[in-house]
Each structure stands twice: as structure tokens, then as C-alpha cells.
């Protein structure tokens, strides 16, 4: 019954497509309900704040898309950024109150570079124990999880990381273009001698971090689309053992794949201590890595690996991030987002299941 | 050497490697015991189990889900939802002017009766949609979670005086002059001194885990769990209904980790959202360390109440000890890794193995 269900709705070109991409189509969707529904949700404030505030999960997101494409999951993602965040923080601090010298901007790259080598360093662990000794992915990460929230919790003694220089934040939440309605226009920060009071009183236009999303999101897609190293990725998800017989060295390049989970999700702490100023450990119930794989999931990803893209990984956060900022917008109580999330997901693999080949 | 005694010496030590877990457990006893001052007393040992029932029922719960070859995230948060839900329902049938004692059962029934939807949607899903069981129990994590926060936007209702008193007290005591006593707490005077043995809670939670264990091990619903985790193919060749089942399971795993939240409930009082959140990687582990496989097949329930027990007695131990517990999380994700490794070099017996 199902199957001559889903040969039909296949048949139609149309249909499937849409069904496909149901994801954008239902982002559309919500973009237009909530604009009717929340005073301000269409704006260029509001929009940048959900982007602004979304970078993490983009991060989070597009690391574990790498790795459910090859069937795998991490679940230390989350984690990983907060030993990086809290890490980060604590050289950061040290540093700076050591004076002598170091300046703000001299610690903050010391304490960045270290973090991000660091940070490969649970990948690698992972990598090695599910490539080369066959643990399953979920034992794998879920050890580094404990690990790494352990150590991170640890170095910051279950505080968060604090005193830090104030350049941080106003890089973090900085903007490229400042405007004064009627009065003028300035680049990078507020003009020379306005206090941060007035901020209010400008326009602001594309966050920093847009920026540095926007550029960590190209290089990863071309990695993913246009490299041998995507295709590899692909061909490992695909079929295990097609991959080994084609020649790729399918030990090593998963051990890469867990490498530069880990590396963005170091990444995605140190955007952390730059938009909040402090060093932050990660709570229990923030689950980033499980909204991470929602939000692949949603964006047209199997579990079963093979499937998946950078872009459909970002829309499926966009899905999640409008809807929550939509939600509370228009005045509803924000622990529906949970619910919704749950329900997305419920859509998503239903439709992977009626529509099981990509065109 | 003779080749014999050989193959018996590797015998001997394929057995200790088997059973790495208990000699571990046992390691851990000593070197708390040597380094914990305090450590080796009954009411540590009583704190161990008080404290452990929530990881012995989630990882019960988990354990049914794993030989299935399946995870279930969901547990957790099915813990909060159930401990909220059941302070509702008391308080409302108490404002009803019911007694205390029927409407604290009828509230307890009620959600166990509720606590089986999360599992029976979530098994629904994988059984007959083919939903991973991560997303599907993730998908169910996000609903009970979200549900549960709304209930208590208002604040969370309290329980009534008598199911604390249960939740704290002990199954048995014992004091010179008044002797022996079950449940009731026998009026001495302050500072006198009083056994108490077994709080009820542990008492309940190992009922329950007999039950488990027996059904698992002698009865065709356990049969049943192990076929579908070591083959399906040949378990739907072999006739079983395996979707049902699936569902079963899953519905059995949500109906544990409710009534961990009943649990949770008698013992704090209040009801919480993220009750059982942080138990989720504890109670996995204490699987994966009694030997249970996530390729599904493989798994008993006391060897997953030893995992339990080993994380128990660390976090206890290092609590007595003075050290941060931020350190259990590290040791707990080292031991996880490490029992998969082991057990790679210490494979079961197979049947060839069993022949000799």
C-alpha cells in the first residue's frame, strides 16, 4: 500500500521535488506565518540577530555533517566546545592578567592557536578508536564527551572563565557597518568617541560573524562538493566496502572525518568566548550535538550515511532558528521549539522514507 | 608446557579478561576502601544504592533497547516528565478531597499508564516507519522535554508528606528497646542509636529489576529480545512479530524510565524537567560495560546492575575522597572506550570454546 503510495507521489517530478526540499519550502513557509503573526520578525535586526545567534549551531551542524554522511555520529561535538571555549578563556586569562607586555591581541592569538591544535586531539582519539579498533561511533564520542566535559569542567572548576578582554566581545558582536540615520555612516565600530550607550541609535549591518561563518561555510562545502576528499567521504557512506576495494584508505580518512569535527567544533568555542566575553563550559541540557544531527536530519541527511550537504545541513538550522525566534516572537512559550524540533524530525525521515533516492 | 596446560592457562585468563568488570568493581572496592577515609561504611554503601537506582532502572530500560540493536535517547527526559506529571496528578486528586494514600496510587498508576506513549510512539516509529531509533527517541526526548517545561511554567506542585517519607525511609530498623520494624521509623530518642537497613526505594527498584531479569532470561519475550538483536532476518523467518515486539520494547523502556521519575519524585519532592538528563551517558556506559553489544545480540541484566554499581561506587568514592566529581566524567568515559576494547580481546565463549 505504501510502496504503490510512494511510487506514485515518485512519479510526479513535481511533487518529489518539492517533498525533497521540503525543508526550504517549509523555512518559506514559517518566514511568511511569522511575519503576519510577530510584530518585527521581518527585519534586518531581527534576521541578523537569528544568523548572529544560529553560528554556532551552523558550526555544529556542518561538522556533524561530515560525519553522518559517512554513517558515523559524534556526540562529543557539543563538548568539544566547551573545553575549547573554556580552554580558550583560561590561556586567554592568564595571559592577559600576566601583563609584562602581552598585549590583549597577542594573548587572544595565543590562546586561539592553541585551542584549535588542541581541539584536534579528541577528533583524533575518536577517529583512531572507531577507524583502526571498530568501536561503534556512539561508544567512541560518547567517551570523548565524558572526557572532554570532564576536562573542561576541570580547568574552568565548574565556573565559567571570566575577565577577559573586553576586545573579545566587541569583535564578537561587532558589525561592519554602522549607520546614524541622518548622520553618517562609519565602518568596523562606532565613530571615534560614542560610548557604547548610544549603540541603539545606529543601524547596524553584517555581524563579524557572518563573516567568519560565511568563510568556514564556503571552504567546507567546496571540500564536501568539489574535492576528492568529499567524493571519498560520500563513497565511504555510501558503501563501506566498495570505498576499500576502489583504493581509498577508508581507515585514515575517517580518522580525518572525526579530526575536523572536533577541529570546527574547537572552532565554535572560540567563536563562543568572542560573542559572549567568558569562557563557557558546556551545560547537561544544551544537547547541541543532538539539535546538530536534528538539524542534518531535517536538512535531507540519512543516519544510514551516503546522503547529505552542507546546504541542506544550514537550512535545517535556519528551520530550527526561525522557528524558535518566530515562536517567541509572536508570544508563544519558547519550550514548544522542543516539541517542534521533535515533530521536524518525525516529518524529515517520513519523507526520506517515501522518497528514498535522490534525483 | 605441555600444549594442554597451555590451552588451559589461556582458558584461565580468557575467563579473568570475560569478567574484567567484577575484578574491576572489586579493585575499585579496595582502593576506595584504602584511600576514602569513611569510605567503608554502611551508609555509604546504603548512599551507593540509594543514589544508584536511577542508573540501575535507566540502564535496565536502556539495556532491553540495546540487545535490540536499538538506543533509546529519550529516557532521561521521560524520567522529568513522568516526576512532574505524577505531582500533578496527586495534587489534583487530593484538591478533590480524596485521602492521601488512594490518590497517591491512583497518581502513580495514571502515569505509568502515560509513561508507556512516548515509548509506544517512538517504537511505532521504528517499527513501522523504519525511523532510526535515535531519531525517533531524540524526536520523543524533544516532546516529553517540551511538554513537561510547559507543565511547570507555574512551578512545580510538591508531593504529599507520605510519599517522602516513603521515598527516604527504609524498608527496615532496628533499635535496642523497640527491636524490629518495617517501614515505620520507631520513636527513639535524639542522638539514640538506630539500624536502618535498605531504603525502599532501593527495595522497589530491584523488585522490579528481578522481574526484568527473569523475563529476560527465562521467559519468550526475553527470547525474543536476543533473537531480533542477533538476527532479524532470521527472527522474522522464525515467525516472531518482530514490529510488535519492537514496540514492546521500547514502550517497557519508557514505562522504567517513568517510574524512575515516580522514583525521582518521592525522593526530592518536587518534579524536574531534566530530572534524569545527566543519566543518559551514565546509564549507557553501565550497559556497554556489563558487555552488552550496540550491534545488538548480547547483554544481561545483572552484568548491566554491575556496570551500574562500578559508576555508583566511583562517584560515591570520590565524593567521600573530597575530589571534584568533574573527574567521574572523565574516568566514566575512559572506562566506556576501554570496556569495548576488552571486550574486543576477551570475544564470548563461542561454541567451539564451550566443547572443550
Not at chain 2, 100 to 129: D, E, H, N, W
Not at chain 2, 208 to 225: A, P, W
Not at chain 2, 294 to 303: D, E, F, I, M, S
Not at chain 2, 312 to 337: H, N, Q, S
Request: with cysteine; charged share 10%.
Amino acid at each position: 500500500m505504501t510502496h504503490t503510495l510512494s511510487e506514485t507521489i515518485q512519479g510526479n517530478r513535481k511533487l518529489a521535488f518539492i517533498a525533497r526540499n521540503w525543508a526550504a519550502f517549509f523555512l518559506l513557509g514559517f518566514l511568511i506565518l511569522f511575519s503576519f503573526t510577530g510584530k518585527g520578525f521581518l527585519s534586518v535586526t531581527n534576521f541578523q540577530n537569528v544568523g548572529h545567534l544560529a553560528v554556532i549551531a551552523i558550526l555544529m551542524a556542518s561538522a556533524e555533517t561530515f560525519v553522518i554522511i559517512t554513517s558515523g555520529i559524534d556526540l562529543s561535538i557539543g563538548f568539544v566546545m566547551g573545553f575549547s571555549s573554556v580552554t580558550a578563556g583560561k590561556i586567554i586569562q592568564i595571559l592577559y592578567a600576566a601583563g609584562g607586555g602581552i598585549s590583549p591581541g597577542i594573548s587572544i592569538a595565543i590562546g586561539i592557536v592553541i585551542v584549535l591544535i588542541l581541539s584536534l586531539i579528541p577528533g583524533l582519539v575518536s577517529g583512531v578508536l572507531i577507524a583502526r579498533y571498530k568501536v561503534p561511533p556512539f561508544i567512541a564520542t560518547m567517551g570523548m564527551w565524558g572526557i572532554t566535559n570532564g576536562i573542561a569542567l576541570k580547568i574552568c572548576k565548574g565556573f565559567p572563565v571570566a575577565t577577559l578582554p573586553e576586545v573579545l566581545t566587541r569583535i564578537g558582536n561587532g558589525y561592519i557597518i554602522y549607520i546614524k540615520p541622518g548622520g553618517g555612516i562609519s565602518f568596523f565600530s562606532l565613530p571615534h568617541g560614542v560610548g557604547n550607550e548610544s549603540i541603539r541609535e545606529y543601524i547596524r549591518l553584517i555581524p563579524y560573524s557572518f563573516i567568519f561563518v560565511g568563510l568556514i561555510l564556503l571552504v567546507l562545502w567546496h571540500l564536501l562538493r568539489n574535492t576528492t576528499f568529499g567524493q571519498h567521504t560520500y563513497a565511504i557512506g555510501g558503501n563501506e566496502e566498495a570505498a576499500v576495494r576502489a583504493g581509498i584508505n577508508v581507515k585514515l580518512h575517517l580518522v580525518k572525518i572525526y579530526i575536523l569535527s572536533s577541529f570546527i567544533a574547537g572552532l565554535a568555542g572560540i567563536f563562543n568566548v568572542f560573542q559572549t566575553g567568558i569562557g563557557n563550559f558546556t551545560p547537561f541540557g544544551a544537547m547541541y550535538e543532538l539539535f546538530a544531527v536534528s538539524a542534518v536530519v531535517i536538512g535531507g541527511a540519512s543516519l544510514m550515511g551516503g546522503k547529505g550537504s552542507i546546504f541542506g545541513s544550514v537550512i535545517g538550522v535556519f528551520l530550527i532558528a526561525f522557528l524558535e525566534n518566530g515562536l517567541l516572537i509572536s508570544g508563544v512559550v519558547p519550550f514548544y521549539r522542543f516539541i517542534a524540533v521533535g515533530l521536524l524530525l518525525i516529518i524529515a525521515v517520513v519523507i526520506d522514507q517515501l522518497f528514498p533516492d535522490l534525483l | 608446557m605441555n600444549t594442554i596446560t597451555k590451552r588451559k592457562l589461556t582458558n584461565v585468563i580468557m575467563d579473568l579478561g570475560r569478567s574484567w568488570a567484577l575484578i574491576f568493581l572489586i579493585v575499585e572496592l579496595v582502593f576506595f576502601s584504602l584511600a576514602a577515609k569513611g569510605f567503608l561504611s554502611l551508609r555509604v554503601f546504603q548512599m551507593v544504592f540509594f543514589f544508584g537506582v536511577t542508573v540501575f532502572l535507566l540502564g535496565v530500560a536502556e539495556l532491553f533497547v540495546i540487545i535490540t540493536g536499538g538506543i533509546d535517547l529519550s529516557v532521561g527526559y521521560i524520567v522529568g516528565f513522568a516526576s512532574i506529571i505524577s505531582s500533578r496528578f496527586v495534587a489534583l486528586f487530593l484538591q478533590t478531597g480524596m485521602s492521601t494514600l488512594p490518590a497517591l496510587l491512583l497518581g502513580i498508576f495514571l502515569t505509568l499508564a502515560i509513561g508507556l506513549l512516548p515509548g509506544l510512539v517512538s517504537g511505532l516509529l521504528i517499527a513501522k516507519l523504519r525511523v532510526p531509533p535515535f531519531i525517533a527517541t531524540f524526536s520523543m526526548l524533544g516532546i516529553t522535554h517540551g511538554v513537561s517545561e510547559l507543565l511547570i511554567l507555574n512551578g512545580a506542585v510538591n508531593m504529599p508528606k507520605l510519599s517522602t517519607l516513603f521515598g527516604n525511609g527504609y524498608f527496615l530498623y532496628w533499635a535496642p528497646g523497640p527491636g524490629l520494624s518495617l517501614f515505620v521509623r520507631p520513636e527513639i530518642p535524639r542522638g539514640g542509636f538506630i539500624l536502618e537497613l535498605i531504603p525502599n526505594i532501593v527495595v522497589v527498584a530491584f523488585v522490579v529489576i528481578g522481574i526484568l531479569s527473569f523475563m529476560l532470561k527465562r521467559t519468550v519475550f526475553g527470547q525474543y529480545t536476543y533473537a531480533i538483536g542477533g538476527n532479524v532476518d532470521a527472527a522474522i523467518r522464525s515467525g516472531i512479530n518482530v514490529s510488535r515486539h519492537t514496540v514492546k520494547i521500547y514502550m517497557l523502556s519508557s514505562f522504567l524510565a517513568s517510574l524512575t521519575g515516580i522514583i525521582y519524585v518521592m525522593m526530592y519532592v518536587k518534579g524536574k524537567g531534566d530530572a534524569g538528563a545527566s543519566n543518559l551517558l551514565d546509564s549507557i556506559a553501565a550497559v556497554v560495560i556489563g558487555g552488552a553489544s550496540l550491534y545488538g545480540g548480547k547483554g544481561t541484566v545483572w552484568r548491566t546492575i554491575l556496570g551500574a554499581l562500578i559508576i555508583a561506587i566511583l562517584e560515591t568514592g570520590l565524593r567521600v575522597m573530597g575530589i571534584p566529581t568533574f573527574d567521574k566524567y572523565i574516568i566514566v568515559g575512559i572506562i566506556l572506550i576501554s570496556a569495548v576494547l576488552i571486550d574486543k580481546i576477551f570475544p564470548d565463549k563461542t561454541y567451539m570454546d564451550t566443547k572443550e
